[in-house]
């Protein structure tokens, strides 16, 4: 049944293109579907497993959402008030118009407040550096180090008032900030109470022990002459800040248990986490008619430009990027899905109730061959041609 996906990602294995992967496909039921192929790392001994580790990098901004939007229903974080309330870091924000030949930045202050519903959508003008020229420019003159892990890294400029267009960036890390500030935990103990520890995920964490460490696949490039090179990586230790938006490690195994949960409906195996009523509110659209999951990139190192359907009007839901239209691939319209920086994807589907994820650790995001891969693993999930 997964014979096209098979060959596509042996193919790309034999030729060089990626050191190996990891898939998975789900339905409400369990698991459908599970493959590995290729090495940990290029040019080493250890095989890919379904227990391999990865940076999920993006894909951890779902959790933190879900996360946060327990706490909306219990009363103790609101979709729409002013979060400078909570947090009052986010109170003065500047929006950043541009920069000076001198590289530095041309500020006025913002318009309006930023709510919970404008972080978990990416309206609230905080951007990344790689999607936002004129951030990257300014951090590139000023020194700025935006991945310090810290509080002040994260008061960044904005891209526009907050609520009035889409810009991928660093929102759900505020969205993991409210949720420490409501909860009284630290994110990673919030979610082992809340989320990991009901659904099973044994593999997700922050930080690795020795023994998931050992189960770790390597970050890759691909140098000037083809052949991929292993990077050093590894998320800051302890930072003051754990990253909501992309510090998460997991599995395919694990993640494909929080899949299982949105298509339950919240819940998995007879542990809710989340109501029915919310989840399927995650399929809704939130960014009006601003056009969300796309980017040109102003960093080719960390992303190629970004755009998974042109022709598609896509929006972004409290939790991930919602297609509303069917897919080529048959994945059904208010679907949701997104993927990690060192390109990993999910999809979940619950129209049709399925859902898959690939794993892969290669830079640029965006890579033609894994989205080529990921493609694949939806056909065949589809059975469609």
Do not use: C
């Not at 990993?344 to 399925?354: F, M, Q, R, S």
Request: charged content about 20%.
């Amino acid at each position: 049944m997964y014979s096209r996906f098979e060959a596509a990602l042996g193919q790309a294995i034999a030729d060089g293109r990626i050191a190996g992967g990891v898939a998975l496909t789900v339905d409400r039921d369990g698991v459908a579907y599970e493959h590995s192929a290729g090495l940990r790392q290029a040019g080493g001994a250890e095989a890919m497993t379904p227990d391999t580790v990865f940076w999920i990098a993006s894909m951890t901004k779902a959790v933190a959402s879900v996360a946060a939007l327990q706490l909306v229903e219990r009363g103790k974080l609101s979709l729409d008030g002013d979060l400078s309330d909570l947090l009052p870091d986010l109170k003065g924000l500047e929006v950043l118009e541009g920069v000076d030949a001198d590289g530095k930045p041309i500020l006025r202050p913002a318009k309006g407040a930023v709510t919970l519903r404008h972080l978990l959508t990416h309206m609230a003008g905080f951007a990344y550096n790689f999607t936002h020229p004129a951030l990257q420019a300014h951090f590139a003159a000023s020194g700025f180090d935006p991945n310090a892990g810290t509080r002040a890294a994260h008061r960044q400029p904005l891209a526009f008032d907050p609520g009035t267009g889409w810009i991928y960036g660093i929102g759900i890390d505020w969205a993991g900030i409210a949720v420490e500030a409501a909860s009284g935990q630290r994110l990673d103990a919030y979610l082992r109470e809340n989320l990991f520890g009901p659904l099973g995920m044994t593999d997700t964490d922050f930080a690795l022990d020795a023994g998931r460490e050992a189960r770790k696949a390597s970050v890759h490039v691909r140098t000037p002459d083809g052949p991929l090179a292993a990077i050093p990586f590894g998320m800051p230790p302890n930072p003051e800040v754990l990253s909501g938006g992309g510090g998460l490690y997991s599995t395919v195994r694990d993640y494909g248990r929080f899949l299982r949960m949105l298509l339950g409906g919240g819940a998995l195996e007879g542990q809710r986490v989340l109501s029915e009523a919310t989840v399927r509110g995650l399929s809704q659209i939130q960014t009006g008619q601003h056009r969300a999951g796309a980017w040109t990139s102003a960093n080719p190192m960390l992303t190629n430009d970004f755009d998974p359907y042109p022709g598609m009007a896509t929006g972004h839901g409290l939790a991930t990027l919602v297609n509303p239209d069917p897919t080529p691939e048959g994945r059904s319209a208010g679907s949701l899905a997104w993927a990690g920086l060192a390109n990993t994807y999910y999809w979940a589907d619950p129209t049709a109730g399925k859902g898959g994820v690939l794993m892969t650790q290669l830079l640029p995001f965006g890579d033609p061959e894994v989205l080529g891969l990921f493609k694949a693993l939806e056909r065949d999930a589809y059975g469609t041609a």
